[in-house]
């Protein structure tokens, strides 16, 4: 279903930040490489190196920028699975330690389809990407960055939701019932289409294919990587996303179509109230309607389709949803 077939590239040193599902998948990819592969943890993690030949495991304090660059000297490439001030901190120890490449914790979709300015659902993001800029500028050290924009986790509509991979504390989104559609409970909410009334379309990639993605581009040569790599596995509108739900499940689901202004006004009444829950919720449905989560121009997969040595095939949604849910009994 899946493969990489790697290639001989230059031996570098890989720094995996975050001790969670997403480092750890990334760990048992990019470790069958030839390169050496560190994940710095705020706690110890025996698995990976017990699983992954080659791996070490770095505990720090993501608060402490001096110990952070101390960790990091030697290193070539970083890889961030946190946010927030411990990934600001990370950049800053980063460049300080001459790290060359730094890849941020920003796996969504296009950056062109984020808001720049008054993100409501921001978390840090703008904060590092800002800083990111300044470095890449810096006339003394620059440290290059480059942003894997992959659209939606296919694993956030897993049973259990994507919390059952240690993905995605502290989101939001982590939960069954917390995002478009709750399989197991048969019932959707979605916006169907934004402000001018354009189909609203998402991306979508399994975290398994964006770790293949990212070893793959690690194959290719990071030299060459550009500010952003895009990718996705499968690509379809909310409506198709949901029908897709009910073809594999079998059953009819229970769907609440809402209209986008609606959705605001009821976003705009959760803010005045407080119910932060709610707005955050309202605010995930209508940045999904603007198109937030939507990859085009798919940069990534069209490199390694045109390079023989590293092949890589994504699952589409609905192979992902037979293989994780199979049909309603």
């Known amino acids: 279903m899946r493969q990489k077939t790697a290639a001989q590239p230059a031996m570098m040193r890989i720094a995996i930040a975050g001790g969670g599902g997403l480092a750890y998948i990334l760990a048992q990819q990019i470790s069958q490489s030839a390169n050496a592969v560190l994940v710095l943890s705020r706690n110890p ?5 017990e699983n992954f030949p080659g791996c070490q495991v770095a505990v720090v304090d993501f608060g402490n920028v001096e110990e952070l660059r101390y960790t990091l000297q030697g290193v070539d490439l970083l890889i961030s699975t946190i946010s927030q001030n411990e990934q600001v901190n990370l950049i800053d120890a980063a460049r300080r330690a001459r790290v060359r490449l730094f890849v941020p914790s920003e796996f969504e979709g296009d950056l062109s389809h984020r808001p720049r300015e008054n ?4 978390r840090g993001s703008q904060s590092a990407l800002d800083l990111l800029d300044r470095w890449s500028q810096s006339r003394s050290h ?8 992959c659209g939606l986790f296919m694993e956030r509509f897993a049973p259990g939701g994507i919390q059952t991979y240690n993905i995605g504390a502290g989101s939001g989104l982590a939960g069954p019932n917390d995002y478009l559609v709750n399989i197991e409970g048969a019932t959707a909410e979605i916006v169907e289409g934004d402000a001018r009334g ?6 979508l990639t399994s975290v398994y294919d964006l770790a293949m993605f990212i070893a793959a581009a690690i194959e290719l040569g990071p030299a060459n990587w550009p500010r952003e790599y895009r990718l996705r596995g499968d ?11 009910e073809t ?6 229970s769907l609440v179509t809402q209209s986008y202004q609606d959705v605001q006004a009821l976003a705009e009444e959760s803010q005045q109230t407080g119910d932060w829950a709610q707005f955050y919720y309202y605010q995930r449905l209508l940045q999904t309607a603007n198109g937030r989560y939507q990859v085009r121009s798919v940069n990534l997969n069209e ?3 045109q390079n023989d040595a590293t092949v890589v095939q994504p699952m589409r949604f609905r192979t992902w949803l037979e293989q994780v849910w ?3 009994v």
């Open 326 to 328: 199979g049909p309603a």
């Open 303 to 305: 490199a390694i389709n």
């Open 248 to 253: 594999v499940r079998g059953v009819p689901f």
């Open 198 to 203: 354009r189909p609203a379309q998402v991306a």
């Open 142 to 149: 620059p440290m290059r960055y480059t942003v894997f924009s």
């Open 45 to 49: 993690h025996p698995e990976f190196e």
């Open 235 to 245: 690509h379809m509108t909310v409506r198709e996303l949901v029908t897709t739900c």
């Open 119 to 122: 993100d409501p659902l921001d």
